[in-house]
Protein backbone atom coordinates (compact mmCIF):
# COMPACT_ATOMS: atom_id res chain seq x y z
CA UNK A 1 0.00 0.00 0.00
CA UNK A 2 1.09 3.72 -0.80
CA UNK A 3 -0.02 6.62 1.57
CA UNK A 4 -0.26 10.15 0.17
CA UNK A 5 0.62 11.65 3.28
CA UNK A 6 1.84 14.97 5.06
CA UNK A 7 4.06 14.66 8.08
CA UNK A 8 2.32 17.54 10.05
CA UNK A 9 -1.34 16.23 9.40
CA UNK A 10 -2.99 14.79 11.92
CA UNK A 11 -5.44 13.05 9.29
CA UNK A 12 -2.89 11.72 7.83
CA UNK A 13 -1.47 10.53 11.15
CA UNK A 14 -5.25 8.64 11.71
CA UNK A 15 -4.30 6.58 8.87
CA UNK A 16 -0.42 5.81 10.03
CA UNK A 17 -1.14 5.25 13.56
CA UNK A 18 -3.63 2.33 12.26
CA UNK A 19 -1.29 0.81 9.61
CA UNK A 20 1.60 0.28 12.39
CA UNK A 21 -0.92 -0.84 15.09
CA UNK A 22 -1.90 -3.44 11.99
CA UNK A 23 1.60 -4.07 11.31
CA UNK A 24 0.66 -2.99 7.62
CA UNK A 25 3.48 -2.41 5.28
CA UNK A 26 3.18 0.93 3.38
CA UNK A 27 5.11 3.61 1.48
CA UNK A 28 4.83 7.23 2.15
CA UNK A 29 4.52 9.82 -0.70
CA UNK A 30 4.61 13.18 0.77
CA UNK A 31 2.55 15.07 -0.91
CA UNK A 32 3.17 19.39 0.21
CA UNK A 33 -0.04 20.57 1.00
CA UNK A 34 1.43 23.82 1.91
CA UNK A 35 2.94 24.08 -1.14
CA UNK A 36 -0.71 23.20 -2.65
CA UNK A 37 0.81 20.20 -4.07
CA UNK A 38 -2.82 18.83 -3.03
CA UNK A 39 -4.75 20.75 -5.52
CA UNK A 40 -2.47 19.94 -8.73
CA UNK A 41 -4.33 17.77 -11.57
CA UNK A 42 -2.20 14.82 -10.38
CA UNK A 43 -3.58 14.65 -6.76
CA UNK A 44 -7.23 15.56 -8.24
CA UNK A 45 -7.02 12.40 -9.82
CA UNK A 46 -6.09 10.62 -6.22
CA UNK A 47 -9.30 12.58 -4.83
CA UNK A 48 -11.47 14.73 -6.29
CA UNK A 49 -11.51 17.17 -2.80
CA UNK A 50 -7.92 17.86 -3.74
CA UNK A 51 -6.21 16.45 0.14
CA UNK A 52 -4.69 14.11 1.87
CA UNK A 53 -4.62 11.34 2.78
CA UNK A 54 -5.64 9.15 0.02
CA UNK A 55 -4.03 5.32 0.31
CA UNK A 56 -3.29 3.61 -2.89
CA UNK A 57 -3.98 0.17 -2.84
CA UNK A 58 -1.74 -2.71 -4.55
CA UNK A 59 -4.50 -2.33 -7.33
CA UNK A 60 -4.10 1.04 -7.94
CA UNK A 61 -7.36 2.05 -6.22
CA UNK A 62 -7.40 5.00 -4.06
CA UNK A 63 -9.07 5.51 -1.24
CA UNK A 64 -9.52 9.24 0.17
CA UNK A 65 -10.76 11.10 3.37
CA UNK A 66 -9.17 9.42 6.77
CA UNK A 67 -12.11 7.93 7.93
CA UNK A 68 -12.77 5.93 5.14
CA UNK A 69 -8.86 4.67 4.77
CA UNK A 70 -9.12 3.99 8.79
CA UNK A 71 -12.41 1.52 8.23
CA UNK A 72 -11.08 0.13 4.80
CA UNK A 73 -8.07 -0.94 7.34
CA UNK A 74 -9.47 -2.00 10.41
CA UNK A 75 -12.14 -4.50 8.30
CA UNK A 76 -11.67 -7.94 10.05
CA UNK A 77 -9.27 -6.51 12.85
CA UNK A 78 -9.95 -6.04 16.57
CA UNK A 79 -9.57 -2.12 15.98
CA UNK A 80 -13.55 -2.45 13.93
CA UNK A 81 -16.47 -4.61 15.62
CA UNK A 82 -18.61 -6.84 13.56
CA UNK A 83 -21.83 -5.90 15.48
CA UNK A 84 -23.84 -4.44 13.50
CA UNK A 85 -24.81 -2.04 16.49
CA UNK A 86 -21.52 -1.54 18.22
CA UNK A 87 -20.27 -1.11 14.51
CA UNK A 88 -22.78 1.93 14.71
CA UNK A 89 -21.31 3.25 18.00
CA UNK A 90 -17.69 3.57 16.04
CA UNK A 91 -19.53 5.50 13.12
CA UNK A 92 -21.44 7.98 15.27
CA UNK A 93 -18.01 9.42 17.25
CA UNK A 94 -16.10 9.14 13.72
CA UNK A 95 -18.93 10.94 11.94
CA UNK A 96 -18.65 13.12 15.06
CA UNK A 97 -15.18 13.77 14.84
CA UNK A 98 -15.29 14.44 11.17
CA UNK A 99 -18.10 17.00 11.72
CA UNK A 100 -17.87 18.64 14.82
CA UNK A 101 -14.05 18.08 15.83
CA UNK A 102 -11.68 18.83 12.38
CA UNK A 103 -13.79 21.03 10.94
CA UNK A 104 -13.15 24.07 13.73
CA UNK A 105 -10.43 22.69 15.71
CA UNK A 106 -8.12 21.72 12.85
CA UNK A 107 -9.06 24.61 11.10
CA UNK A 108 -8.47 27.19 13.58
CA UNK A 109 -5.51 25.26 15.11
CA UNK A 110 -4.47 25.76 11.28
CA UNK A 111 -4.76 29.64 11.53
CA UNK A 112 -3.14 29.84 14.58
CA UNK A 113 -0.09 27.58 13.83
CA UNK A 114 0.24 29.91 10.12
CA UNK A 115 -0.32 33.06 11.96
CA UNK A 116 -3.73 34.08 10.48
CA UNK A 117 -5.62 33.66 13.44
CA UNK A 118 -5.58 37.66 13.64
CA UNK A 119 -6.44 38.83 10.35
CA UNK A 120 -9.05 35.67 10.36
CA UNK A 121 -9.98 36.62 14.52
CA UNK A 122 -14.39 36.55 14.26
CA UNK A 123 -13.74 32.94 12.38
CA UNK A 124 -11.35 31.62 14.74
CA UNK A 125 -13.03 32.53 17.53
CA UNK A 126 -15.83 30.99 15.83
CA UNK A 127 -14.14 27.73 15.78
CA UNK A 128 -12.28 28.08 19.05
CA UNK A 129 -16.23 28.32 20.65
CA UNK A 130 -17.63 25.32 18.26
CA UNK A 131 -14.83 22.99 19.48
CA UNK A 132 -15.41 23.55 22.94
CA UNK A 133 -18.63 22.94 23.33
CA UNK A 134 -17.69 19.53 21.04
CA UNK A 135 -15.24 18.88 23.59
CA UNK A 136 -17.52 19.02 26.45
CA UNK A 137 -19.55 16.18 24.32
CA UNK A 138 -16.79 14.00 24.33
CA UNK A 139 -16.48 14.81 27.60
CA UNK A 140 -20.09 13.38 28.43
CA UNK A 141 -19.44 10.66 25.75
CA UNK A 142 -16.69 9.03 28.08
CA UNK A 143 -18.03 10.66 31.26
CA UNK A 144 -18.98 6.77 32.23
CA UNK A 145 -15.29 6.14 32.52
CA UNK A 146 -15.43 4.02 29.96
CA UNK A 147 -11.72 3.16 28.89
CA UNK A 148 -12.38 3.91 25.43
CA UNK A 149 -14.80 6.33 23.30
CA UNK A 150 -17.24 2.74 22.09
CA UNK A 151 -16.68 0.81 25.30
CA UNK A 152 -14.41 -1.05 26.74
CA UNK A 153 -12.24 -2.06 23.23
CA UNK A 154 -9.64 0.64 21.27
CA UNK A 155 -11.00 0.78 17.88
CA UNK A 156 -10.44 3.21 15.00
CA UNK A 157 -12.79 5.67 16.55
CA UNK A 158 -10.42 6.34 19.51
CA UNK A 159 -7.50 6.98 16.33
CA UNK A 160 -9.79 9.11 14.41
CA UNK A 161 -10.83 11.05 17.89
CA UNK A 162 -7.14 11.29 19.17
CA UNK A 163 -5.68 13.54 16.04
CA UNK A 164 -7.22 16.81 17.13
CA UNK A 165 -8.51 16.42 20.20
CA UNK A 166 -4.64 16.24 21.80
CA UNK A 167 -3.51 18.95 19.90
CA UNK A 168 -6.38 20.77 20.87
CA UNK A 169 -4.55 23.69 22.92
CA UNK A 170 -2.61 24.79 19.83
CA UNK A 171 -6.49 25.86 18.49
CA UNK A 172 -6.83 27.20 21.97
CA UNK A 173 -9.12 25.02 23.52
CA UNK A 174 -7.57 22.59 26.18
CA UNK A 175 -8.82 19.01 25.43
CA UNK A 176 -7.11 18.38 29.16
CA UNK A 177 -9.45 20.38 30.85
CA UNK A 178 -11.57 17.83 30.94
CA UNK A 179 -10.03 15.29 33.60
CA UNK A 180 -12.19 12.28 31.56
CA UNK A 181 -10.63 13.74 28.11
CA UNK A 182 -7.05 13.28 29.58
CA UNK A 183 -7.20 10.28 30.69
CA UNK A 184 -8.62 9.10 27.79
CA UNK A 185 -5.71 10.60 25.62
CA UNK A 186 -3.54 8.55 28.57
CA UNK A 187 -4.90 5.07 27.81
CA UNK A 188 -4.92 5.90 23.96
CA UNK A 189 -1.26 6.69 24.05
CA UNK A 190 -0.70 3.40 25.96
CA UNK A 191 -1.89 0.95 23.44
CA UNK A 192 0.22 -1.45 22.19
CA UNK A 193 2.82 0.08 18.72
CA UNK A 194 1.09 3.88 19.43
CA UNK A 195 3.37 6.36 18.29
CA UNK A 196 2.35 9.98 17.88
CA UNK A 197 4.41 11.01 15.01
CA UNK A 198 2.90 14.60 14.27
CA UNK A 199 5.28 16.95 12.72
CA UNK A 200 5.74 20.46 13.61
CA UNK A 201 4.10 23.30 10.98
CA UNK A 202 6.91 23.89 7.92
CA UNK A 203 8.79 27.27 7.77
CA UNK A 204 7.23 27.45 4.45
CA UNK A 205 3.44 27.12 6.25
CA UNK A 206 3.67 30.71 7.55
CA UNK A 207 1.69 33.34 6.74
CA UNK A 208 3.66 36.30 4.43
CA UNK B 1 -37.99 2.41 15.42
CA UNK B 2 -38.38 5.88 16.81
CA UNK B 3 -36.62 8.65 15.10
CA UNK B 4 -35.69 12.04 17.29
CA UNK B 5 -36.30 14.30 14.00
CA UNK B 6 -36.94 18.02 13.29
CA UNK B 7 -38.87 18.70 10.54
CA UNK B 8 -36.70 21.81 9.21
CA UNK B 9 -33.21 19.46 9.70
CA UNK B 10 -32.06 18.28 6.55
CA UNK B 11 -29.84 16.20 8.21
CA UNK B 12 -32.98 14.48 10.09
CA UNK B 13 -34.52 14.04 6.50
CA UNK B 14 -31.57 11.84 5.39
CA UNK B 15 -32.49 9.56 7.87
CA UNK B 16 -36.59 10.42 6.66
CA UNK B 17 -35.75 9.80 2.74
CA UNK B 18 -33.60 6.25 3.61
CA UNK B 19 -36.56 5.29 6.21
CA UNK B 20 -39.20 5.47 3.63
CA UNK B 21 -37.46 4.31 0.89
CA UNK B 22 -36.57 1.29 2.44
CA UNK B 23 -40.27 0.89 3.82
CA UNK B 24 -39.81 1.02 7.46
CA UNK B 25 -42.00 1.85 9.65
CA UNK B 26 -40.92 4.27 12.30
CA UNK B 27 -42.84 7.19 15.14
CA UNK B 28 -41.06 10.27 14.76
CA UNK B 29 -40.75 12.86 17.58
CA UNK B 30 -39.97 15.94 17.08
CA UNK B 31 -37.24 17.64 19.19
CA UNK B 32 -37.52 21.12 18.72
CA UNK B 33 -33.99 22.34 17.98
CA UNK B 34 -34.65 26.35 17.55
CA UNK B 35 -36.04 25.74 21.35
CA UNK B 36 -32.98 24.04 22.21
CA UNK B 37 -35.02 20.72 22.98
CA UNK B 38 -32.05 18.99 21.43
CA UNK B 39 -29.39 20.61 24.70
CA UNK B 40 -31.80 19.20 27.28
CA UNK B 41 -30.59 16.44 29.60
CA UNK B 42 -32.90 14.53 28.46
CA UNK B 43 -31.78 14.46 25.24
CA UNK B 44 -28.25 14.54 25.51
CA UNK B 45 -28.71 11.17 27.07
CA UNK B 46 -30.17 10.24 23.99
CA UNK B 47 -26.72 11.90 22.18
CA UNK B 48 -23.88 13.26 24.22
CA UNK B 49 -23.33 15.69 21.56
CA UNK B 50 -27.54 17.26 22.15
CA UNK B 51 -28.54 17.10 18.02
CA UNK B 52 -30.87 15.38 16.36
CA UNK B 53 -31.22 12.81 14.15
CA UNK B 54 -30.83 10.65 16.45
CA UNK B 55 -32.81 6.69 15.88
CA UNK B 56 -33.88 4.66 18.38
CA UNK B 57 -33.86 1.03 17.59
CA UNK B 58 -36.78 -1.35 19.56
CA UNK B 59 -34.16 -2.38 22.08
CA UNK B 60 -34.01 0.72 23.19
CA UNK B 61 -30.41 1.50 21.81
CA UNK B 62 -29.81 5.17 20.23
CA UNK B 63 -28.10 6.23 17.18
CA UNK B 64 -26.61 9.57 16.86
CA UNK B 65 -25.94 11.14 13.74
CA UNK B 66 -27.42 11.05 10.16
CA UNK B 67 -24.32 8.89 8.74
CA UNK B 68 -24.61 6.44 11.09
CA UNK B 69 -28.04 6.26 11.02
CA UNK B 70 -27.93 5.54 6.88
CA UNK B 71 -25.20 2.80 7.22
CA UNK B 72 -27.11 1.10 9.75
CA UNK B 73 -29.92 1.36 8.01
CA UNK B 74 -29.14 0.16 4.85
CA UNK B 75 -27.05 -2.77 5.56
CA UNK B 76 -27.81 -5.54 3.59
CA UNK B 77 -29.87 -3.67 1.44
CA UNK B 78 -29.41 -2.41 -2.10
CA UNK B 79 -28.44 1.27 -0.53
CA UNK B 80 -24.75 -0.07 0.74
CA UNK B 81 -22.90 -2.37 -1.28
CA UNK B 82 -21.50 -5.46 0.26
CA UNK B 83 -17.69 -4.70 -1.21
CA UNK B 84 -15.07 -4.17 0.84
CA UNK B 85 -13.50 -1.52 -1.53
CA UNK B 86 -17.52 -0.37 -2.87
CA UNK B 87 -18.13 0.78 0.88
CA UNK B 88 -14.87 2.38 0.80
CA UNK B 89 -16.00 5.07 -1.97
CA UNK B 90 -19.82 4.92 -0.09
CA UNK B 91 -17.67 6.38 2.93
CA UNK B 92 -15.30 8.70 1.17
CA UNK B 93 -18.29 10.70 -0.28
CA UNK B 94 -20.14 10.31 3.59
CA UNK B 95 -17.40 11.92 5.31
CA UNK B 96 -16.52 14.22 2.62
CA UNK B 97 -20.42 15.46 3.18
CA UNK B 98 -20.15 15.83 6.66
CA UNK B 99 -16.61 17.74 7.21
CA UNK B 100 -16.67 19.36 4.07
CA UNK B 101 -20.52 20.18 2.91
CA UNK B 102 -22.99 20.19 6.30
CA UNK B 103 -20.22 21.80 8.36
CA UNK B 104 -20.27 25.27 6.11
CA UNK B 105 -22.89 24.89 3.83
CA UNK B 106 -25.40 24.01 6.48
CA UNK B 107 -23.99 26.35 8.80
CA UNK B 108 -24.00 29.44 6.39
CA UNK B 109 -27.40 28.25 5.44
CA UNK B 110 -28.52 28.57 9.33
CA UNK B 111 -27.04 32.29 9.82
CA UNK B 112 -29.11 33.17 6.51
CA UNK B 113 -31.95 31.72 6.83
CA UNK B 114 -32.36 33.31 10.65
CA UNK B 115 -31.37 36.41 9.56
CA UNK B 116 -27.78 36.19 11.41
CA UNK B 117 -25.34 36.09 8.18
CA UNK B 118 -24.87 40.10 8.34
CA UNK B 119 -24.09 39.80 11.90
CA UNK B 120 -21.78 37.24 11.62
CA UNK B 121 -20.52 38.40 8.48
CA UNK B 122 -16.56 37.02 8.14
CA UNK B 123 -17.80 34.18 9.41
CA UNK B 124 -20.27 33.56 6.53
CA UNK B 125 -18.19 34.42 3.98
CA UNK B 126 -15.85 32.11 4.79
CA UNK B 127 -18.13 29.31 4.82
CA UNK B 128 -19.76 29.96 1.94
CA UNK B 129 -16.27 30.06 0.14
CA UNK B 130 -15.28 26.88 1.30
CA UNK B 131 -19.03 25.10 0.40
CA UNK B 132 -18.26 26.60 -3.38
CA UNK B 133 -14.94 24.77 -3.55
CA UNK B 134 -16.45 21.49 -1.90
CA UNK B 135 -19.28 22.03 -4.33
CA UNK B 136 -16.47 22.01 -7.65
CA UNK B 137 -15.34 18.82 -5.47
CA UNK B 138 -18.16 17.38 -6.10
CA UNK B 139 -18.76 18.02 -9.60
CA UNK B 140 -15.17 16.89 -9.61
CA UNK B 141 -16.30 13.22 -8.29
CA UNK B 142 -19.46 13.11 -10.98
CA UNK B 143 -17.22 14.74 -13.83
CA UNK B 144 -17.21 11.02 -15.52
CA UNK B 145 -20.59 11.12 -16.21
CA UNK B 146 -21.33 8.95 -13.68
CA UNK B 147 -25.08 8.41 -12.24
CA UNK B 148 -24.59 8.45 -8.86
CA UNK B 149 -21.97 10.01 -6.74
CA UNK B 150 -20.22 6.22 -6.07
CA UNK B 151 -21.06 4.63 -9.92
CA UNK B 152 -24.07 3.40 -11.28
CA UNK B 153 -25.91 2.43 -8.09
CA UNK B 154 -27.91 4.88 -5.91
CA UNK B 155 -26.63 4.23 -2.31
CA UNK B 156 -26.98 6.69 0.90
CA UNK B 157 -24.05 7.95 -0.09
CA UNK B 158 -26.71 10.15 -2.92
CA UNK B 159 -29.06 10.38 0.00
CA UNK B 160 -26.04 12.34 2.53
CA UNK B 161 -25.27 14.46 -0.17
CA UNK B 162 -28.70 15.58 -1.59
CA UNK B 163 -29.46 17.24 1.88
CA UNK B 164 -27.39 20.23 1.56
CA UNK B 165 -26.75 20.76 -1.81
CA UNK B 166 -30.18 20.50 -3.59
CA UNK B 167 -30.53 23.61 -0.47
CA UNK B 168 -27.15 25.16 -1.04
CA UNK B 169 -28.31 28.46 -3.00
CA UNK B 170 -30.31 29.31 0.53
CA UNK B 171 -26.45 29.57 1.95
CA UNK B 172 -25.52 31.11 -1.29
CA UNK B 173 -23.74 28.68 -2.98
CA UNK B 174 -25.80 27.48 -5.97
CA UNK B 175 -25.37 23.71 -6.61
CA UNK B 176 -27.13 23.91 -10.06
CA UNK B 177 -24.15 26.15 -11.81
CA UNK B 178 -22.46 22.66 -11.99
CA UNK B 179 -24.36 21.05 -14.62
CA UNK B 180 -23.43 17.59 -13.56
CA UNK B 181 -24.33 18.35 -9.89
CA UNK B 182 -27.62 19.63 -11.20
CA UNK B 183 -28.34 16.56 -13.29
CA UNK B 184 -27.37 14.15 -10.71
CA UNK B 185 -29.73 16.29 -7.96
CA UNK B 186 -32.46 15.56 -10.42
CA UNK B 187 -31.51 11.89 -10.96
CA UNK B 188 -31.57 11.56 -7.30
CA UNK B 189 -35.27 12.97 -6.71
CA UNK B 190 -36.40 10.56 -9.33
CA UNK B 191 -35.55 6.96 -7.88
CA UNK B 192 -38.43 5.23 -5.89
CA UNK B 193 -40.00 6.53 -3.25
CA UNK B 194 -37.98 9.87 -3.17
CA UNK B 195 -38.98 12.40 -1.53
CA UNK B 196 -37.92 16.21 -0.59
CA UNK B 197 -40.13 16.82 2.91
CA UNK B 198 -37.70 19.21 4.26
CA UNK B 199 -39.84 22.04 6.19
CA UNK B 200 -39.09 25.86 6.27
CA UNK B 201 -37.41 27.39 8.75
CA UNK B 202 -40.38 27.98 11.82
CA UNK B 203 -40.68 32.05 12.71
CA UNK B 204 -39.20 31.27 16.29
CA UNK B 205 -35.72 30.76 14.54
CA UNK B 206 -35.58 34.61 13.83
CA UNK B 207 -33.07 35.88 15.30
CA UNK B 208 -34.49 38.59 17.71
Chains 1, 2 share one sequence.
Not at 140 to 161: E, H, K, Q, S, W
Request: contains cysteine; glycine residues 6%.
Amino acid sequence: MRLYDHPASANCMKARIALRQLAIPYEAVTVDLFKRETRTPEHMARNPDGRVPVLELDSGAMIPESGPILLYLAEGTPLLPDDRLERAVVHQWMFFEQNQIESQLAAARFLVLTGRADRYRELADAMVARGHGSLSSLARGLADDRPFVCGDVYTVADIALYAYVHCAHEAGADAREHGTIGAWLDRVEATPGFENDLAPFPAHAMAS
